[in-house]
């Protein structure tokens, strides 16, 4: 016990300290250091401390540090602890009102806590009231298990601040307790995890059989971030409970970076639902922004009863990096998603299919992006939606879609089934091998392409106005038995490949354009004009 304003101090020597409590009812704690005491090296030593609590009831820390200062001016910073009794509170390490650091230099700060196998609030690491784990270029890794039978027993609890003011890296890992629940990976509360230049990563797995065992959990004033070219990574698994258990829950709070890129990746393991794999509260703020080049990447995986990205309430704004939402269910019904880059829209699942427009939500297996969604996309001067190496459909929903921004699909197989409508500067491009046109495709003087064989089911429209500008180029063969009627201003159009075939004829095609009509290989329908 350091206690009453005591100092244990060094100059470049390393300070080293070992306690095991040996209570048997509460407060015995490995190491105790409170009531504005100090522990320092001023030189380049390194300090040391490994604690373990007592065999007894609550309050059995295996380092507790109050209202205190553990400091090398230079060195390394080492905590180890581990909590033990047979209750409450017997955390690993406990930092409560006060600072840890490694104040200049590379020095790295290192805190290592277990929880007791106790039942409430054993968590592996706590941070708490405004208390301070800092270092400048050296890393900072904090590894926190929780343990105990029944609730809040969080791998990693903070309230504080964890920072590297240099190029440090900061890691969190953060693994719940296996009780019932509140037993969190990682729960950030108000407070910051931040590096100026370095990375920033959280990796959070939910432990317990109930509800509230998310892997990571951001709260109200909490800020996750980096500046300059460091990334902010959060990964996050939710336990297997049986309530709502999501790998990461933003319930408020930022999560930033300048030109560095931010990755959320969350799995919701539980059978139940409300196990999202992402997921933002709703009605609170929520800010996930990358103020500079910075990319933004969310993916979420969840059972069939749950939504792998669940964005209810905030804003998405990459500045000039592009936004890449992958889930097998994608809801974006509370969210604006901003950016001045590509975003790309797709599945998790391959070969699952897509289908565009219209209200459904969720209505069937495959991923639903419906017209209000769309609405919440702004900014982006190109949309991308469908999977490089995808084998399912895209279809159009029969109550047909519009676009505010130009659009690109990619599928083995695009299924026009209701209008397409591009608005202002939205153009339309189709990379299919197979593209089925039963519906009409219509744009303000902006281009419509399709790379791929177009099948003219029923009698279209694919147009660009009667304004100046905008081409129509169709890269493959049109087949089909249905009319095609062409249309644009001044654009040109050009049909790369051959209109029918020698068996069957297109029903007719109509070209109408004040430029160039062009028809690169055989024309056979039924009529053209």
């Known amino acids: 016990i350091i206690t009453g304003g005591s100092k244990v101090s060094s100059t470049d020597g390393a300070v080293s300290l070992t306690g095991i409590g040996n209570g048997t009812e509460n407060g015995s704690n490995g190491i105790d250091i409170n009531d504005n005491s100090t522990v320092e090296s001023i030189g380049t030593g390194s300090i040391i401390l490994n604690g373990t609590g007592g065999n007894g009831t609550f309050n059995n820390k295996g380092i507790s540090i109050s209202k205190s200062t553990v400091q090398s001016a230079g060195g390394n910073v080492s905590l180890t602890g581990k909590g033990a009794g047979s209750l409450i509170n017997n955390i690993g390490v406990a930092i409560d009102n006060s600072q840890v650091q490694s104040k200049s230099g590379n020095g790295t700060v290192t805190i290592t806590g277990t929880g007791g196998n106790g039942t409430d609030r054993n968590e592996g690491i706590s941070i708490i009231n405004n208390s301070i784990v800092k270092s400048q270029n050296g890393d900072i890794i904090l590894t926190g298990i929780g343990k105990g039978s029944a609730g809040n027993n969080r791998g990693i609890f903070m309230q504080g601040v964890v920072e590297s003011t240099g190029t440090g890296n900061v890691t969190l890992s953060g693994f719940g307790g296996n009780g019932n629940d509140g037993n969190q990976g990682i729960s950030v509360g108000e407070g910051r995890v931040s590096s100026l230049s370095g990375n920033v990563s959280l990796t959070g797995i939910g432990g317990g059989t109930g509800t509230v065992n998310e892997g990571i959990y951001i709260d109200s004033g909490a800020t996750v971030n980096s500046a300059d070219v460091g990334k902010v990574t959060l990964t996050g698994t939710g336990s297997a409970g049986k309530g709502t258990n999501s790998g990461i829950f ?120 419906n017209q209000a969604e769309l609405d919440k996309l702004s900014g982006f001067p190109q949309i991308v939606i ?30 026009v089934n209701g209008n397409i409508t591009g608005l202002n500067k939205a153009s339309i491009t189709f990379d299919a091998p197979t593209n089925n046109i039963n519906r009409n495709i219509t744009t303000q003087s902006q281009n419509i392409t399709i790379n791929g064989e177009a099948i003219v089911g029923n009698d279209v429209l694919v147009s660009t106005g009667n304004s100046a500008g905008g081409y129509i180029l169709f890269n493959k063969n049109i087949n089909g038995c249905g009319t095609l009627t062409l249309e644009t201003d001044t654009g040109n159009i050009d049909i790369k490949g051959a209109i029918g075939n020698s068996t069957t004829p297109l029903g007719a095609i109509i070209a109408s354009t004040s430029g160039t009509t062009n028809f690169a290989s055989t024309v056979n329908a039924q009529s053209l004009t």
């Open 386 to 415: 469908g999977r490089t190496n995808g084998t399912g459909t895209i279809a159009i929903n029969s109550d047909g879609v519009t676009f505010n921004y130009p659009v690109t699909m990619q599928a083995p197989t695009i299924e």
């Open 250 to 369: 933003v319930n408020s709070g930022t999560v930033k970076s300048q030109d560095g890129d931010i990755t959320l990746i969350g799995t919701g393991v539980g059978t139940s639902i409300s196990n999202n794999g992402i997921n933002f509260a709703k009605s609170l703020a929520v800010t996930v922004q990358a103020t500079g080049k910075g990319n933004i990447s969310l993916t979420g995986s969840a059972n069939n009863n749950s939504i792998p990205i669940n964005l209810s309430s905030g804003v998405i704004d990459a500045t000039l990096g592009t936004v890449t939402l992958t889930g097998d269910e994608i809801q974006l019904l509370g969210t604006q998603v901003t950016g001045q880059s590509t975003i790309l829209l797709q599945p998790l699942t391959p070969s699952l299919g897509i289908t565009i427009g219209g209200t459904k939500i969720d209505a069937d297996a495959s991923l639903n992006l």
